[in-house]
């Protein structure tokens, strides 16, 4: 590789001094990221990127030790950053992890106190309610818990409405983790 015309072909953005320099610097600029943050092919993208920029900018070099310094320490910045940015993400997700399993565990605290109130409550209605407001759960229609029960569609509807009336005063806002648990 002549320096001047090397150069100068850099410079001028020409596709065979690129080709140079590409065939020239490629191999050990990826060894030297691949040093610094272990992965091969994160490696190979950071100094493609890096030579990708240098074509699309502006910069021209009067030596090959100029260009050689730029693409060196282009690619350690490149690398450390990649390293930062790594850390940055895995704390990120650590801390989100932690947070997911610390909420789940409260939200299935909550659905065992809401389901444990829940039965609390039934076990105390009239067995009329009771087996009304099971066979609801099973996603039986009226009409269905009328023939079971041989009672009228409309003392099921009345006896229904009534019992999910206490049961939802009882519970309060459980009432509606009850009902995503066992009604969804």
């Not at 074509?55 to 910045?77: D, P, Q, R």
Request: charged share 25%.
């Amino acid at each position: 590789m002549e320096d001047k015309h090397f150069l100068d072909g850099v410079n001028r953005k020409e596709e065979q001094a690129w080709v140079e320099l590409y065939d020239y610097f490629y191999a050990p600029l990826c060894c030297y990221s691949t040093k610094i943050i272990g992965d091969t092919q994160v490696a190979e993208d950071i100094v493609q990127n890096i030579l990708i920029k240098l074509w699309h900018s502006s910069l021209s070099f009067g030596e090959v030790k100029v260009i050689t310094a730029y693409l060196y320490h282009s690619v350690y910045n490149t690398s450390l950053n990649y390293i930062r940015d790594k850390r940055r993400a895995k704390k990120i997700h650590e801390f989100w992890f932690a947070d997911m399993q610390e909420s789940e565990g409260i939200e299935m605290a909550l659905e065992e106190e809401a389901i444990a109130r829940f039965y609390s409550v039934i076990s105390h209605l009239p067995e009329q309610q009771k087996k009304i407001l099971l066979y609801s759960m099973k996603g039986e229609k009226i009409k269905e818990i009328a023939n079971k029960m041989g009672i009228s569609e409309n003392t099921v509807k009345t006896q229904k409405k009534r019992v999910y009336a206490l049961v939802r005063e009882q519970l309060g806002d459980l009432w509606f983790v009850v009902i995503s648990i066992l009604f969804v």
